[in-house]
């Protein structure tokens, strides 16, 4: 594979980041996964404004600009012929040289930034969205600014685990009674023509699938309600789904042992995946 460093295309085995990199001791950065389908990008456009946002939320400057970032992720969708896949990307506050809490001086320590592909055939396909997930709620115990797309994925992962261990596929977060998100998507019910889903701030993360599938649903007559919502109520629901740039959207079928609707993907998330996969295909740059 083919990745990208501070400038250079290099191949993986020859891409070298010091170990003071911030990212590496603070988890100091940010990132953005885009999809590749057809060997183009989705949403390019939505991801480097997030990015551009979290920098600023950071104080960090940009690496590059958008159009540059833009130039790089297809140069490595072209070198490593993926036509589904994902982009990562991750830019860190750099390498001050040693180890200290504050930051350093951005004149003096230049950001890092790296990208690299990941291969996915069949990521549109996924057999998965005919079965639907099944998660479990584990506390939301994360910081405070989680709409600042931040590498600390810590707790995020210890989340993947708990849901592995109890069989499931995945946990939704929830703090003072009401669902956040999901350990890495956004988290949605449906009653009737209704879907819901928590309002932004800075508890959840700013979905850039979670904006394009609800400006999709809106457009279907379909009612949006963008507040919180409980377990309780998602236990009554017809529907759950969640969201993300790498599962696009992705029904939910049992949250913590009981089945949400008929316990089969619903017609609301499955209508919206297929709206959501054809707009964004035509869209993709
Ligand atoms: N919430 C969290 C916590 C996430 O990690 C992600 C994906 N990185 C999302 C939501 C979904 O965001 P997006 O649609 O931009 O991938």
Redesign the pocket.
């Known amino acids: 594979r083919t990745v990208y460093v501070n400038g250079d295309y290099l191949p993986e085995t020859e891409a070298r980041v010091s170990i003071f990199d911030r990212g590496f001791l603070m988890a100091d950065g940010v990132y953005e ?1 885009t999809s590749v389908l057809d060997g183009k990008l989705i949403d390019f456009a ?2 480097a404004a ?1 990015l551009t946002r979290s920098l600023a939320e950071l104080d960090m400057a940009a690496p590059v600009t958008m159009d540059e970032l833009l130039t790089i992720h297809r140069e490595l969708v072209a070198r490593n012929g993926i036509n589904e896949g994902m982009v990562y990307l991750q830019v860190t506050r750099g390498n001050p040289g040693d180890r200290d809490f504050a930051f350093p001086d951005p004149a003096k320590t230049p950001s890092t930034l790296v990208l690299f592909t990941q291969d996915k055939p069949g990521l549109a396909a996924n057999p998965q969205a005919k079965i639907g997930l099944k998660v479990i709620s584990i506390d939301d115990i994360r910081w405070g600014r ?1 709409d600042i ?1 931040t590498v600390q ?1 810590l707790y ?1 992962s210890m989340g993947k685990m708990m849901a592995k261990k109890a069989g499931v596929d995945d946990a939704w977060f929830v703090e003072d009674g009401f669902v956040t ?6 988290a949605y019910i449906v009653k009737g023509n209704r879907i819901i889903t928590r309002n932004l701030g800075n508890e ?7 904006a394009a599938v609800l400006r999709f649903a809106r457009e279907a007559q379909m009612e949006v309600e963008e507040r919180a919502f409980t377990l309780a109520e998602a236990a009554t629901a017809d529907e759950a789904f969640i ?4 599962a696009f959207v992705m029904p939910v079928v049992q949250i913590d042992g009981t089945a949400i609707g008929t316990g089969k993907p619903g017609p609301v998330a499955s209508r919206l995946r297929e709206i959501y996969l054809d707009e964004m295909r035509k869209a993709a740059v």
Do not use: D, F, M, Q
């Not at 969201?243 to 790498?246: L, R």
């Open positions: 996964v939505g991801h997030r989680r797309k994925l995020p998100e999901g350990t890495s998507n956004n959840i993360l700013h979905g850039i699938t979670r969201t993300s740039a790498s």
